[in-house]
């Protein structure tokens, strides 16, 4: 059932997730469009979430957006937002002394290749000392490989490190890739083209930004989605038997990787099992100290890729 719809203000606006944002020339949408957006969303009982540029849009555009209830995705240094997105190294490097005042009430969302990621891991650590919620997107999951996944593998253990002090402090900062599993007894995903679409500035509706951002002709019809079931988990062969639900399940990574938006790949799927079981190992070291975290199971596993060992589902 569709739950949100996501309009992305300009062709410029800030990406959030695993596909970076080609476009570098300004192209604002129509207030045509955003109104018809809007409406739409009225109709169909739908939460927006605006996504803006990185400038300040025109006074009669804000005005707009205030008319309805709505949740903002901003970059960084754009005012207050309910999901701040930061991008290293060099957003990291411009952060002023009181980032912690600025982004205490946001989401926070940090987007990085894996070679950033294992430069800049004391960084992390900063930050989950700092904000209330930390999502950490990898821009290049599906070039990890297997020295890659033993580095990240000694960095989750670091960050689990800091977050079993900051609980047994009394804070539970959350890291989308350590503490969503910690707290979910089902799958959590994405849910692109089942649970939110989105509205592009060219009035067209996309799956997701991802599907606008690498292929503008690749729009929908949100009224008659072709083959939606596909997107649907109960129509993903290995997906619905995993339990990393955490994992995002990026179907237009599933598409981009393996041709198929049901099917992940080899490497999304290792990426998802190492997370998962340094959750696992999270959940277990702080329930040793403490007694009020959540009665969730994450049962020890002999394998990385669901595909192994699909013959014993």
């Known amino acids: 059932m569709m739950q949100y719809l996501i309009?992305?203000?300009?062709?410029?606006?800030?990406?959030?997730?695993?596909?970076?944002?080609?476009?570098?020339?300004?192209?604002?949408?129509?207030l045509e469009d955003l109104k018809a957006g809007i409406l739409y969303a009225m109709k169909e009982n739908l939460m927006i979430q605006f996504v803006y540029p990185d400038y300040e849009l025109p006074q009669e555009y804000l005005d707009m957006i205030d008319s309805i209830d709505h949740h903002d995705i901003k970059p960084f240094g754009r005012g207050e937002s309910?999901?701040?997105?930061?991008?290293?190294?060099?957003?990291?490097?411009?952060?002023?002394?009181?980032l912690g005042e600025q982004l205490a009430d946001a989401v926070v969302v940090l987007r990085m290749k894996k070679d950033e990621l294992f430069v800049n891991g004391a960084t992390i650590v900063t930050l989950l000392q700092k904000v209330q919620r930390l999502?950490?997107?990898?821009?290049?999951?599906?070039?990890?490989?297997?020295?890659?996944?033993?580095?990240y593998d000694a960095l989750l253990d670091q960050w689990a490190a800091v977050l079993k002090e900051e609980y047994l402090k009394g804070r539970t900062p959350q890291l989308n890739l350590l503490?969503?599993?910690?707290?979910?007894?089902?799958?959590?995903?994405?849910?692109?083209?089942?649970?939110?679409?989105?509205?592009?500035?060219?009035?067209?509706?996309?799956?997701?930004?991802?599907?606008y951002y690498s292929n503008p002709s690749d729009c929908i019809d949100p009224q008659n989605i072709p083959n939606q079931q596909l997107l649907r988990l109960d129509h993903a062969p290995l997906c619905r038997h995993c339990d990393a639900y955490h994992c995002r399940r990026c179907v237009w990574l599933n598409r981009k990787t393996?041709?198929?938006?049901?099917?992940?790949?080899?490497?999304?799927?290792?990426?998802?099992?190492?997370?998962?079981?340094?959750?696992?190992?999270?959940?277990?070291?702080?329930?040793?100290?403490?007694?009020?975290?959540?009665?969730?199971?994450?049962?020890?596993?002999?394998?990385?890729?669901?595909?192994?060992?699909?013959?014993?589902?």
Not at 82 to 98: A, K
Not at 186 to 202: F, R, S
Not at 270 to 289: D, F
């Open 7 to 30: 309009i992305l203000l300009d062709d410029t606006s800030v990406s959030y997730c695993h596909c970076d944002n080609p476009h570098t020339e300004r192209k604002l949408i129509s």
């Open 82 to 98: 309910d999901v701040m997105v930061l991008h290293t190294p060099q957003s990291l490097r411009d952060c002023s002394p009181n």
């Open 135 to 151: 999502n950490v997107v990898i821009t290049d999951l599906e070039t990890f490989n297997d020295d890659d996944l033993k580095r």
């Open 179 to 211: 503490t969503d599993r910690m707290m979910l007894t089902k799958p959590n995903h994405c849910n692109a083209g089942v649970e939110n679409i989105t509205l592009a500035p060219n009035g067209k509706y996309y799956l997701c930004p991802a599907f």
């Open 258 to 313: 393996t041709l198929e938006v049901n099917t992940p790949s080899h490497e999304q799927c290792i990426v998802a099992h190492t997370e998962r079981n340094a959750s696992r190992r999270l959940l277990e070291a702080i329930r040793k100290e403490a007694e009020f975290m959540p009665e969730v199971k994450i049962k020890e596993i002999n394998y990385m890729d669901p595909f192994e060992v699909r013959k014993e589902w």
